[in-house]
C-alpha cells in the first residue's frame, strides 16, 4: 500500500490518471459527474439549504434566484418529488449578476457558486467540497471499472437464463450474495458524499472497495487476552477455541508464530485486523501497547477476505459459510469514520440474544422476519477506560448471510436491486418484477405490495409490539426471495445503529442491559421512530417505489397508495396486540404528520455525526 497517498481534489481528477481504457474513462467521468450534481442538487433542495418554492419554472427550464448573491441557478429538466427526489435530465448553470452564465458541472462546482448561500465557515465549506471531490474520483474508478466487469459477467453467466439473477441462482458460483452486493455497491442513495473515502489513494480503493471484488489480506494479531472483553451472543464461551473452530489454519500459524516468539498462545486472544487498519492506523496509535508487549502483530499470519457492501466488513475467503468480520477502518468512509465502538462489540452479541428470543416467540412474525447474528465481540480494553481508543482496535463476528439460503430460499441484497442487470442494463428489482410477476407496469406494482407487506409485517411488527426499529436501509437488508422469486422474508443485519424503544420492549415483558445510558434503548419515543421512518420507509420501501415507478413509466402514486395501504394493513393486523395510546400515535405519525428528513449536507457541513433531521411532508397523506 502506498505510504503517503496524493491528497485528491478536483485538479487532480485526470481521466488519464487510472488504469482503463479511455472511451471507459470519458464515460465514467461523465456519467460520475451527473450522479454528483444530482445528489448535491437533490440534498440542498432536501435539507432547505435551497428553498424549492422559489423555483420559477417555465417549460422544462427551473430557475432559482438567489436572493443573497444577486445570482440565478438555472436547472435544465429538473424535477423534484414528494420525498425531496430529485431527476435532473440536463444542465445545470450559475448566472451572476452583469456577468456570463457559467456551466457547473460537478458537486463541488455548484457548491463554489452557492458560498455566499450556504451556512457554515469557508473552512466547513472547503472540507465538504475536498470530500465531494473525493467521492467523484472513487465513483469515476468505478464506472471505469464495472464495463470490464459487467462483459465479464455476461461471459460468466449470459448463456444461461435471460435474467442475471436466476442465472446466478442457478450457477455453480459458491456465494451469489456475496457477488450481488459487490455488483451492488452503488452507495447510499442520500448521501451526496456517497463513494468519499478520505485518506486512500486511488490504488488503496481499488485495493480496498466492493466494487472491484478485492482479496484483502487480513492480518491476526494477538492481544493480550486480559486486555480485551469479549461477549458471546450465547452468553458465555472460550474465543480461541471458537476461532479455532472456524479458522483452524490461520489460528494453527498464529499459535505457532506465538510459541516461536516464546509466548504461551493460552494468553492471547486472535484479533484479525483490517488491513489499511494494520498497517496505517495500529503502529501509531496502539504504539505503546505494542511497546509493552500488550499487542503483538506475527509476521504471515492471515486471512484472505473480501468486502461486502460497506467496505469495512469483510468475508473470509468469501465464503458462503464462515463469519463476516466486522473490522475497524478509522478512515472517513461517505459520512463517519468506521470503527468498532465497545459499545458495538457488547451490544451486537446481546441484541442477538434478544432478538432470538424475540423471533422464537413470533416465530418470525409468520416467517417474515430473520436477523444475521452478531455471535461474538471483542474490544481492547482500554486502560483509562477512553472508548475512542478502543473502538479502533475491536471486531463483530457475524454470522453469513448466504447460510440462510436453501431450498426456496434466496438472499438478495436489498442495495443490489438499484444496481443494473449485466444483461439489460435495467435495475436488477426489474427481474425479479420479471420473474415473479411479468415485466410490465401492473407486474411491478405487485411485486412492491409484496416486498412491502414482507418488510412492513417483519418491521413494523417487531417495532409496534416491541419497540424495535431496525436500520433495515438497503445495505443492511436482505430480501429472501422464494423458488418463484416472490419476496418472502426480511433478513436484517447491522445492530450497530438498532433503537429501542424501552418503554414498549418492557411492556412486552423483555428487557435488555445497555452499555451506555442514552444508547439503543431510549425512553423517548422519536428518536426510535425516526430510525425506522429514514432507514426502511425512505431510504428502503420509498426508494423502491420510485425506481419501480420510473423504471415502469407508471404513476409513482400507484406505488404510495400501495405502500399506504400495506402499512395500514399491519397497524389493523396488530392492533389487538398494541397499546391503545401507541397505536393511535403510531399510526398518525406514519401515515399522518410529518416524517423526519435526514440532512446530510448539514450534518458534513457542522462536521457531526450525530443525526440532524429536518422535517418532510408525509408522503402517504
Ligand atoms: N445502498 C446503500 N445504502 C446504504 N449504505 C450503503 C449502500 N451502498 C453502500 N453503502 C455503504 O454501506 C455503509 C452503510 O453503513 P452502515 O453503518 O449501515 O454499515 P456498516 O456498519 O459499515 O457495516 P455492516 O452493515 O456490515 O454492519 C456505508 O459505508 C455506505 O457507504
Ligand atoms: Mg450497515
Redesign the pocket.
Given at each position: 500500500m502506498n505510504a503517503n497517498p496524493k491528497p485528491l481534489d478536483s485538479t487532480a481528477l485526470d481521466s488519464t490518471d487510472h488504469p482503463f481504457d479511455a472511451v471507459a474513462s470519458e464515460l465514467a467521468w461523465s456519467e460520475a459527474r451527473k450522479r454528483s450534481l444530482q445528489r448535491t442538487v437533490q440534498a440542498l433542495f432536501r435539507e432547505h439549504l435551497l428553498n424549492r418554492d422559489q423555483l420559477i419554472t417555465e417549460g422544462a427550464v427551473s430557475w432559482l434566484p438567489l436572493w443573497s448573491q444577486q445570482g440565478m441557478l438555472r436547472f435544465d429538466g429538473l424535477a423534484l418529488g414528494r420525498i425531496g427526489d430529485c431527476r435532473l435530465a440536463g444542465s445545470v448553470s450559475y448566472y451572476a449578476t452583469g456577468e456570463r452564465p457559467q456551466p457547473v458541472a460537478h458537486a463541488a462546482a455548484l457548491l463554489a457558486c452557492l458560498a455566499p448561500s450556504l451556512p457554515g465557515r469557508d473552512a466547513d465549506l472547503r472540507r465538504l467540497v475536498h470530500e465531494l471531490d473525493n467521492s467523484l474520483a472513487n465513483d469515476i474508478l468505478c464506472l471505469g471499472y464495472r464495463r470490464t466487469w459487467a462483459r465479464t459477467l455476461r461471459a460468466e453467466f449470459g448463456a444461461g437464463d435471460v435474467h442475471f439473477i436466476a442465472a446466478l441462482r442457478q450457477s455453480a458460483h459458491a456465494n451469489p450474495a456475496l457477488l450481488l452486493e459487490q455488483w451492488?455497491?452503488?452507495?447510499?442513495?442520500w448521501?451526496p458524499t456517497?463513494k468519499t473515502k478520505l485518506g486512500l489513494s486511488p490504488d488503496e480503493v481499488l485495493a480496498l472497495s466492493p466494487e472491484f471484488q478485492p482479496t484483502l489480506q487480513v492480518p491476526v494479531a494477538a492481544l493480550r487476552a486480559d486486555k480485551a472483553r469479549v461477549t458471546f451472543a450465547a452468553g458465555a464461551g472460550d474465543y480461541a477455541a471458537w476461532f479455532a473452530d472456524r479458522f483452524p489454519q490461520a489460528a494453527h500459524r498464529w499459535e505457532a508464530a506465538l510459541t516461536a516468539r516464546g509466548e504461551r498462545p493460552a494468553d492471547w486472544l486472535p484479533l484479525p485486523l483490517h488491513p489499511f487498519q494494520a498497517q496505517r492506523v495500529i503502529p501509531q496509535k496502539f504504539a505503546a501497547e505494542i511497546a509493552q508487549g500488550d499487542l503483538l502483530l506475527p509476521d504471515g499470519v492471515c486471512i484472505d477476505a473480501t468486502p461486502?457492501?460497506?467496505?469495512?466488513?469483510v468475508v473470509p475467503a468469501g465464503s458462503p459459510a464462515l463469519p463476516?468480520l466486522?473490522l475497524p477502518v478509522s478512515l472517513r468512509?461517505?459520512s463517519v469514520q468506521?470503527t468498532v465502538s465497545p459499545k458495538s462489540a457488547v451490544m451486537g452479541p446481546r441484541l442477538t440474544r434478544l432478538l432470538g428470543a424475540v423471533l422464537e416467540r413470533e416465530q418470525g412474525f409468520g416467517g417474515t422476519l430473520d436477523v444475521v447474528r452478531e455471535d461474538v465481540g471483542l474490544h481492547y480494553l482500554d486502560p483509562h477506560g477512553d472508548d475512542d481508543r478502543a473502538r479502533h482496535l475491536a471486531i463483530?463476528f457475524?454470522a453469513n448471510p448466504m447460510a440462510k439460503a436453501g431450498a426456496g430460499r434466496f438472499p438478495v441484497p436489498?442495495?443490489a436491486l438499484?444496481a443494473e442487470s449485466p444483461f439489460s442494463g435495467r435495475p436488477l428489482a426489474t427481474e425479479l418484477v420479471a420473474l415473479a410477476h411479468g415485466d410490465h407496469a401492473a407486474g411491478a406494482v405487485a411485486y412492491f405490495e409484496r416486498h412491502a407487506r414482507t418488510v412492513l409485517t417483519a418491521l413494523l411488527s417487531a417495532y409496534l409490539v416491541y419497540g424495535i426499529a431496525f436500520?433495515a436501509?438497503?445495505?443492511?437488508s436482505f430480501i429472501m426471495v422464494d423458488d418463484r422469486y416472490e419476496p418472502v422474508q426480511l433478513l436484517a443485519?447491522?445492530f450497530?445503529?438498532l433503537r429501542i424503544h424501552g418503554p414498549t420492549l418492557r411492556g412486552a415483558g423483555l428487557e435488555i442491559d445497555v452499555y451506555r445510558a442514552g444508547f439503543t434503548v431510549y425512553d423517548a419515543d422519536a428518536p426510535v421512530r425516526d430510525k425506522l421512518l429514514h432507514a426502511v420507509l425512505l431510504?428502503h420501501l420509498a426508494e423502491l417505489a420510485l425506481l419501480l415507478a420510473h423504471a415502469y413509466g407508471h404513476a409513482e402514486h400507484h406505488f404510495w397508495d400501495a405502500l399506504r395501504r400495506e402499512i395500514d394493513a399491519v397497524f389493523i393486523a396488530l392492533r389487538p396486540r398494541v397499546d391503545a395510546d401507541r397505536w393511535q400515535a403510531e399510526r398518525a405519525a406514519l401515515l399522518e404528520h410529518d416524517w423526519p428528513a435526514k440532512s446530510f449536507l448539514r450534518m458534513r457541513l457542522s462536521d457531526t455525526s450525530d443525526d440532524v433531521h429536518g422535517t418532510m411532508p408525509n408522503p402517504l397523506a
Amino acid at each position: 500500500m502506498n505510504a503517503n497517498p496524493k491528497p485528491l481534489d478536483s485538479t487532480a481528477l485526470d481521466s488519464t490518471d487510472h488504469p482503463f481504457d479511455a472511451v471507459a474513462s470519458e464515460l465514467a467521468w461523465s456519467e460520475a459527474r451527473k450522479r454528483s450534481l444530482q445528489r448535491t442538487v437533490q440534498a440542498l433542495f432536501r435539507e432547505h439549504l435551497l428553498n424549492r418554492d422559489q423555483l420559477i419554472t417555465e417549460g422544462a427550464v427551473s430557475w432559482l434566484p438567489l436572493w443573497s448573491q444577486q445570482g440565478m441557478l438555472r436547472f435544465d429538466g429538473l424535477a423534484l418529488g414528494r420525498i425531496g427526489d430529485c431527476r435532473l435530465a440536463g444542465s445545470v448553470s450559475y448566472y451572476a449578476t452583469g456577468e456570463r452564465p457559467q456551466p457547473v458541472a460537478h458537486a463541488a462546482a455548484l457548491l463554489a457558486c452557492l458560498a455566499p448561500s450556504l451556512p457554515g465557515r469557508d473552512a466547513d465549506l472547503r472540507r465538504l467540497v475536498h470530500e465531494l471531490d473525493n467521492s467523484l474520483a472513487n465513483d469515476i474508478l468505478c464506472l471505469g471499472y464495472r464495463r470490464t466487469w459487467a462483459r465479464t459477467l455476461r461471459a460468466e453467466f449470459g448463456a444461461g437464463d435471460v435474467h442475471f439473477i436466476a442465472a446466478l441462482r442457478q450457477s455453480a458460483h459458491a456465494n451469489p450474495a456475496l457477488l450481488l452486493e459487490q455488483w451492488g455497491t452503488l452507495g447510499h442513495p442520500w448521501h451526496p458524499t456517497f463513494k468519499t473515502k478520505l485518506g486512500l489513494s486511488p490504488d488503496e480503493v481499488l485495493a480496498l472497495s466492493p466494487e472491484f471484488q478485492p482479496t484483502l489480506q487480513v492480518p491476526v494479531a494477538a492481544l493480550r487476552a486480559d486486555k480485551a472483553r469479549v461477549t458471546f451472543a450465547a452468553g458465555a464461551g472460550d474465543y480461541a477455541a471458537w476461532f479455532a473452530d472456524r479458522f483452524p489454519q490461520a489460528a494453527h500459524r498464529w499459535e505457532a508464530a506465538l510459541t516461536a516468539r516464546g509466548e504461551r498462545p493460552a494468553d492471547w486472544l486472535p484479533l484479525p485486523l483490517h488491513p489499511f487498519q494494520a498497517q496505517r492506523v495500529i503502529p501509531q496509535k496502539f504504539a505503546a501497547e505494542i511497546a509493552q508487549g500488550d499487542l503483538l502483530l506475527p509476521d504471515g499470519v492471515c486471512i484472505d477476505a473480501t468486502p461486502t457492501m460497506s467496505l469495512r466488513t469483510v468475508v473470509p475467503a468469501g465464503s458462503p459459510a464462515l463469519p463476516h468480520l466486522k473490522l475497524p477502518v478509522s478512515l472517513r468512509l461517505t459520512s463517519v469514520q468506521r470503527t468498532v465502538s465497545p459499545k458495538s462489540a457488547v451490544m451486537g452479541p446481546r441484541l442477538t440474544r434478544l432478538l432470538g428470543a424475540v423471533l422464537e416467540r413470533e416465530q418470525g412474525f409468520g416467517g417474515t422476519l430473520d436477523v444475521v447474528r452478531e455471535d461474538v465481540g471483542l474490544h481492547y480494553l482500554d486502560p483509562h477506560g477512553d472508548d475512542d481508543r478502543a473502538r479502533h482496535l475491536a471486531i463483530l463476528f457475524r454470522a453469513n448471510p448466504m447460510a440462510k439460503a436453501g431450498a426456496g430460499r434466496f438472499p438478495v441484497p436489498v442495495g443490489a436491486l438499484f444496481a443494473e442487470s449485466p444483461f439489460s442494463g435495467r435495475p436488477l428489482a426489474t427481474e425479479l418484477v420479471a420473474l415473479a410477476h411479468g415485466d410490465h407496469a401492473a407486474g411491478a406494482v405487485a411485486y412492491f405490495e409484496r416486498h412491502a407487506r414482507t418488510v412492513l409485517t417483519a418491521l413494523l411488527s417487531a417495532y409496534l409490539v416491541y419497540g424495535i426499529a431496525f436500520e433495515a436501509h438497503q445495505q443492511n437488508s436482505f430480501i429472501m426471495v422464494d423458488d418463484r422469486y416472490e419476496p418472502v422474508q426480511l433478513l436484517a443485519r447491522d445492530f450497530g445503529d438498532l433503537r429501542i424503544h424501552g418503554p414498549t420492549l418492557r411492556g412486552a415483558g423483555l428487557e435488555i442491559d445497555v452499555y451506555r445510558a442514552g444508547f439503543t434503548v431510549y425512553d423517548a419515543d422519536a428518536p426510535v421512530r425516526d430510525k425506522l421512518l429514514h432507514a426502511v420507509l425512505l431510504c428502503h420501501l420509498a426508494e423502491l417505489a420510485l425506481l419501480l415507478a420510473h423504471a415502469y413509466g407508471h404513476a409513482e402514486h400507484h406505488f404510495w397508495d400501495a405502500l399506504r395501504r400495506e402499512i395500514d394493513a399491519v397497524f389493523i393486523a396488530l392492533r389487538p396486540r398494541v397499546d391503545a395510546d401507541r397505536w393511535q400515535a403510531e399510526r398518525a405519525a406514519l401515515l399522518e404528520h410529518d416524517w423526519p428528513a435526514k440532512s446530510f449536507l448539514r450534518m458534513r457541513l457542522s462536521d457531526t455525526s450525530d443525526d440532524v433531521h429536518g422535517t418532510m411532508p408525509n408522503p402517504l397523506a
